[in-house]
Nanobody, 127 residues
């Protein structure tokens, strides 16, 4: 069973950059597709980015495309979310998630396909 722990959330100003990390323990991280989701106050959780375990597929929400980058370091069992040019509307709790049954090139946007979730890390962007 995988456990995921996010870190890196902070209070920043619009235009700043931030990198979130998610460290996995247990299970076979090298075979997990990984995703980032976020939930703003009063809103539904939404997809942000996903990366297949092969590294061959990535997907981004339109709202973050060109600003955010998802990557992984298999040796460190860590997935990252590099966030540049942050906007106030990026304010949310960010969650990482693991899709443990993914085929090599699946990087799904569907939260229902993710099996394990972290506890979340708060990102607040002030204007």
């Amino acid at each position: 069973q995988a456990q995921l722990v996010e870190s890196g959330g902070a209070l920043v100003q619009a235009g700043d950059s931030l990198r979130l990390s998610c460290v996995a323990s247990g299970g076979t991280f090298s075979r997990y597709a990984m995703g980032w989701f976020r939930q703003a106050p009063g809103k539904e959780r939404e997809f942000v980015a996903a990366l297949s375990w092969s590294g061959g597929s990535t997907y981004y929400a339109d709202s973050v495309k060109g600003r955010f980058t998802i990557s992984r370091d298999t040796a460190k069992k860590t997935v990252y979310l590099q966030m540049n040019s942050l906007k106030p509307e990026d304010t949310a709790v960010y969650y990482c998630a693991a899709d443990i049954a993914a085929p090599a090139n699946r990087a799904t946007t569907s939260s229902a396909l993710y099996d394990f979730w972290g506890q979340g890390t708060q990102v607040t962007v002030s204007s």
